[in-house]
């Protein structure tokens, strides 16, 4: 008992060091884009978010998690309206409360990765990614802004351009190497609509990086300096709902602690519990061999059906794999070179051998097989293996 106890005692110390070291070791780092306010991975938008006081000074944030409509139609929203989302899918009815809101003075700054719904086909633009050369150099239209050597990024942050677009309509802002324009802005009424093709620049990769972090400033100064800024979760789904039934506990760190010291007083008690308590040896009963009865039954069966013709294939399909494990001969075709060479190997009658493997070819193909013929079979089956001395 007390060897058990002492046993009990590092297990369960090992077991304390285990989970301490795994509760702190560092996560791998995950590069899955998904443009959320609050993920600090690369290409999450933390720091963007948390800038915008600094690009905007004197102005505040509203966060807003409803369809575009519901949001814009609200009387009093007015200023810089924010969308960075993995799609953007936008319906008739959005997309003009969309215009109504830009009409009236507004600013709105848009950029995903796929465009849908209305609005691309009211603008009349589209998307593709450049595929003949990865991380394609950007820069400014703008001589105020355009840098003299353009903004290089690595992990092709910039290889979305809009290949095709109202040019009567946009403006260019910034554009490729290849002169494929990235980002456009639309007038409309009092207000400007301004979207790009390449969301990854306004991540914290991009950000973290003196071009990254230039390149984001110049492209969001063209929005005034409004006294609201709206940054909306409904289109990236930014705000997940915790649905489970342990949320209230993890909300409290007093409740948390009490749940972890409940699973390790629970974990302990297990630990002292499962020892070795003598039990009741059970008779154990001989082996029967039911390997005559299997036999019998399996015969029965058999015979009942009348099917010769399945026993007939088994017979055969045991024979040739009896040649080819102890001659090594192969068997897929039964001809005259195979014969000869069973002869020369099992040393028979060649008149024997030539009977026997033309009765199988002859059987091997037929759907019916009589009592006569597999009787015939089997006689010369249990001959071959009386004088080859199996």
């Known amino acids: 008992m007390k060897d058990f106890k002492i046993i009990t005692l590092i297990g369960t110390l090992l077991l304390v060091v285990y989970l301490v070291a795994q509760y702190n070791k ?3 780092v995950s590069w899955q884009p998904t443009l959320y306010y609050e993920d600090k991975i690369p290409f999450g938008t ?5 800038q915008l006081e600094s690009l905007y000074p004197n102005s505040t944030k509203v966060q807003t ?3 575009l409509y ?3 139609h609200q009387t009093g929203v007015k200023g810089n309206y924010f969308i960075i989302a993995k799609t953007i899918n936008l319906s008739k009815t959005d997309v003009n409360e969309l215009f109504k809101f830009v009409k009236a003075g507004n600013n709105v700054f848009m950029t995903a990765f796929v465009w849908q719904g209305h609005l691309p086909d009211t603008l009349r633009f589209k998307t593709q990614a450049e595929f003949e050369k990865n991380n394609t150099p950007i820069n400014f239209v703008n001589p105020q802004l355009r840098r003299p050597k353009n903004y290089r990024f690595q992990r092709d942050l910039t290889s979305q351009y809009f290949s095709r677009f109202d040019t009567a309509k946009a403006v260019v802002l910034g554009s490729n190497s290849l002169a494929h324009a990235n980002y456009l802005q639309y007038p409309l009424g009092k207000g400007h609509l301004y979207i790009s093709a390449t969301p990854q620049l306004f991540t914290n990769y991009s950000l973290l990086t003196p071009d990254g972090a230039d390149y984001a400033a110049k492209a969001l100064s063209y929005l005034p300096a409004n006294t609201t800024l709206y940054w909306d979760h409904y289109q990236n789904q930014d705000i997940p709902e915790d649905k489970s039934p342990l949320r209230v506990i993890f909300a409290h760190d007093n409740l948390r602690w009490a749940y972890s010291l409940m699973l390790l007083t629970a974990l302990l008690y297990i630990i002292y519990e499962v020892k070795r308590r003598q039990r009741i040896i059970p008779v154990i009963e001989h082996l029967q061999n039911n390997t005559l009865d299997f036999v019998t039954v399996v015969g029965q069966v058999y015979y009942e059906r009348r099917d010769n013709s399945n026993i007939a294939h088994k017979k055969i399909t045991y024979l040739l794999e009896h040649w080819r494990t102890r001659y090594y001969l ?6 005259k070179e195979f014969t000869e060479s069973l002869e020369k190997k099992t040393g028979l009658d060649h008149q024997f051998v030539k009977e026997l493997v033309n009765l199988i070819n002859y059987t091997h193909v037929q759907q019916k097989v009589t009592d006569q013929e597999l009787i015939a079979l089997n006689n010369a089956i249990e001959k071959f293996y009386s004088l080859s001395g199996k």
């Open 26 to 28: 560092p996560a791998p």
């Open 46 to 50: 933390y720091v963007l978010y948390q």
């Open 65 to 67: 998690n409803a369809p």
């Open 70 to 72: 519901n949001a814009l």
């Open 330 to 335: 192969k068997t897929s075709k039964l001809d």
